[in-house]
T-cell receptor, first 112, second 112 residues
Framework: DSGVTQTPKHLITATGQRVTLRCSPR?????VYWYQQSLDQGLQFLIQ???????AKGNILERFSAQQFPDLHSELNLSSLELGDSALYFC???????????FGEGSRLTVL | GENVEQHPSTLSVQEGDSAVIKCTYS??????FPWYKQELGKRPQLIIDIRSNVGEKKDQRIAVTLNKTAKHFSLHITETQPEDSAVYFCAYLTRGQGNLIFGKGTKLSVKP
């Protein structure tokens, strides 16, 4: 158990819909990262937050947005969903910038 | 842009043989290079990392080497065992923003 909690574990929805993925980092970790893992693809960096502020942005689509709340949990919002958005979405946390990442179990999104 | 090339994409070895995975990165300012292992259906987990002030680091059967001049680093697994079968990801830390960029992964299969 990494200490990082992601919900939901599985989500099936239709094209055009909007979903929210939630992440609770390890106790004390200020940094939260979101990664997308599609079939046969690596871990695509989406976005990073540090203590409530956006720190870095990767290849995140404009239809996607995220935020980190004062209690340090984070949410990733995916809207106008397309078939190609089907993937495993990982959240990770670390206690510092450039430290070990601790991954959650992931949220598997299926768009039909 | 930020990029790391990882080779090979798949690797099959006999139990007891050695396995080598190589990565080449683009950010010459990076100083942190971790390797993550992802077993089937599980989350990625850190197995070893190296910082730019050393050229090699070893932990039992795994070792990582770093050549900063050539901007590449490698993972070496000796005396492979079936439980080493997994997808291995290299990564490097972007110096400016402090997030990890991952390679596309190497699927290692160790045949008993």
């Amino acid at each position: 158990d990494s200490g990082v909690t992601q919900t939901p574990k599985h989500l099936i929805t239709a094209t055009g819909q909007r979903v929210t993925l939630r992440c609770s980092p390890r106790s004390g970790d200020l940094s939260v990262y979101w990664y997308q893992q599609s079939l046969d693809q690596g871990l695509q960096f989406l976005i990073q937050y540090y203590n409530g502020e956006e720190r870095a942005k990767g290849n995140i689509l404009e239809r996607f947005s995220a935020q980190q709340f004062p209690d340090l949990h984070s949410e990733l919002n995916l809207s106008s969903l397309e078939l190609g958005d089907s993937a495993l979405y990982f959240c990770a946390s670390s206690d510092s910038l450039g430290g070990e990442l601790f991954f959650g179990e992931g949220s598997r999104l299926t768009v039909l | 842009g930020e990029n790391v090339e990882q080779h090979p994409s798949t690797l099959s070895v006999q139990e007891g043989d050695s396995a080598v995975i190589k990565c080449t990165y683009s950010d010459s300012a990076s100083n942190y290079f971790p390797w993550y292992k992802q077993e089937l259906g599980k989350r990625p987990q850190l197995i070893i990392d190296i910082r730019s002030n050393v050229g090699e680091k070893k932990d039992q059967r795994i070792a990582v080497t770093l050549n900063k001049t050539a901007k590449h680093f490698s993972l070496h697994i000796t005396e492979t065992q079936p439980e080493d079968s997994a997808v291995y990801f290299c990564a490097y830390l972007t110096r400016g923003q402090g997030n990890l960029i991952f390679g596309k992964g190497t699927k290692l299969s160790v045949k008993p």
